[in-house]
Every structure is written in structure tokens, then in C-alpha cells.
């Protein structure tokens, strides 16, 4: 079946570490997304790839990082540098021009 | 900068009836517009995609117009279900290339 998936579903880090979300489509899809969920904020971006080895930041990038090295695959780091990483983060992908966007399932990162 | 707006931010309404939820931009020159359904702790799926140049798009019970005009899109829900209980939210794109803008969504309950 065609998808996206992320992993870990749930994730838990201590203050200081880095940790690094999955996301991988076998959708054929160029463009791949970031999107961080909070309750009542909606979704903002973090960061977005059009091309693999080619990535911009979104709007909440600052404590993040990302890598493209392979078309099917778009992870994650949060680093020690994001004071508040507490969120649901969501991965979505799609091809322009048609540009219908689909996600995956979501990871629940929590700091303990 | 693109601003989406959902109101209300929550919706009870009794099983069968007919209902509406809508979405409004601020900017009118979009390239298409996104309407997905999000169930709690889960990813976002995808329900209907508008392009700019369409007025509407049918799936089942659900059709979706887009008045570009005047920053407005509504889903129409036909004979509303307990399952259909779950958060919408409307996303616009104003560039084949470019990010999502995402409402905070529309959290519907439908009561048997």
C-alpha cells in the first residue's frame, strides 16, 4: 500500500538530548513537509523539501533540523535547541503540480 | 501573509441533520484549497481537493465549494453519522511549490 509513515508513534526525551522522528513515503512524491501540532495553535510548518538534497525553512524552524539524502525519506531532529519540543509532529508529502497533500499517522514526542 | 480562519472551533449537531462548516483566506489568489478530517491522536486525511479554477468537488456525502472571490470555501456534510464525529480542517496553497496554510480546524460531534 501506498503511504507515509512515521515512527516512533510516541516518543519521549530528557532535557538535553537530541532525537530524531522518521518519516518515509513510497508515494513517488517530490515535495516532502514538517508540521507541528499544538492544541489550540493549529498546524505550522518547520521545514519543507521541493527536491531531494534541497530543503527550506518554515515558520518554526529555529531548534530543528532536517536532512533530504534520499527522495523517499525526509527525517527529523529536535534538537537540545528547542526549549519547548513537547508537540505532535506530523510528516505529509505531495507531487506538484496536482499538489494533493497527504500525511502520515503522526509522532507524540513528550520531554521527561 | 495568508491567514485561514475556521469558525466555530467546535460544532454539536443532532445524527441526520445537514450541516455546513466553513473556511475563509485572506488573500484570494490560491492555487488550490484542501479539506482533510483529523480523528483524535491520529494524522490528517485527506477529503476533497479544490483547484483555483474549480467551484466544487464531490466525495459521498461531502461536497466542498470554493468562492475565491470573497476568501471562502464551505463542506457541505450530508445526513450527518456519529462517525463522522472528528476535527476538519481546511489548508490553502498559493503556489504549486509552496507550504500549506492551515485553519485551526472544526471540531465536530455528532450526537446519536
Known amino acids: 500500500d501506498g503511504g507515509i509513515t512515521q515512527s516512533p508513534k510516541y516518543l519521549f526525551r530528557k532535557e538535553g538530548q537530541n532525537v530524531t522522528l522518521s518519516c518515509e513515503q513510497n508515494l513517488n512524491h517530490d515535495a516532502m513537509y514538517w508540521y507541528r501540532q499544538d492544541p489550540g495553535q493549529g498546524l505550522r510548518l518547520i521545514y519543507y523539501s521541493q527536491i531531494v538534497n534541497d530543503f527550506q525553512k518554515g515558520d518554526i524552524a529555529e531548534g530543528y533540523s532536517v536532512s533530504r539524502e534520499k527522495k523517499e525519506s525526509f527525517p527529523l531532529t529536535v534538537t537540545s535547541a528547542q526549549k519547548n519540543p513537547t508537540a505532535f509532529y506530523l510528516c505529509?508529502?505531495?507531487?506538484?503540480?496536482?499538489?494533493?497533500?497527504?500525511f502520515g499517522q503522526g509522532t507524540r514526542l513528550t520531554v521527561v | 501573509k495568508q491567514e485561514v480562519t475556521q469558525i466555530p472551533a467546535a460544532l454539536s449537531v443532532p445524527e441526520g441533520e445537514n450541516l455546513v462548516l466553513n473556511c475563509s483566506f485572506t488573500?484570494?489568489?490560491?492555487?488550490?484549497l484542501q479539506w482533510f478530517r483529523q480523528d483524535p491522536g491520529k494524522g490528517l486525511t485527506s477529503l476533497l481537493l479544490?483547484?483555483?479554477?474549480?467551484r466544487e468537488q464531490t466525495s459521498g456525502r461531502l461536497n466542498a465549494s470554493l468562492d475565491k472571490s470573497s476568501g471562502r470555501s464551505t463542506l457541505y456534510i450530508a445526513a450527518s453519522q456519529p462517525g463522522d464525529s472528528a476535527t476538519y480542517l481546511c489548508a490553502v496553497r498559493i503556489g504549486a511549490n509552496s507550504k500549506l496554510t492551515f485553519g485551526k480546524g472544526i471540531t465536530l460531534s455528532v450526537r446519536p
Open positions: 488573500d484570494s489568489a490560491i492555487y488550490n
Open positions: 479544490i483547484q483555483s479554477s474549480q
Open positions: 505529509a508529502s505531495s507531487l506538484p503540480p496536482h499538489t494533493e497533500a497527504f
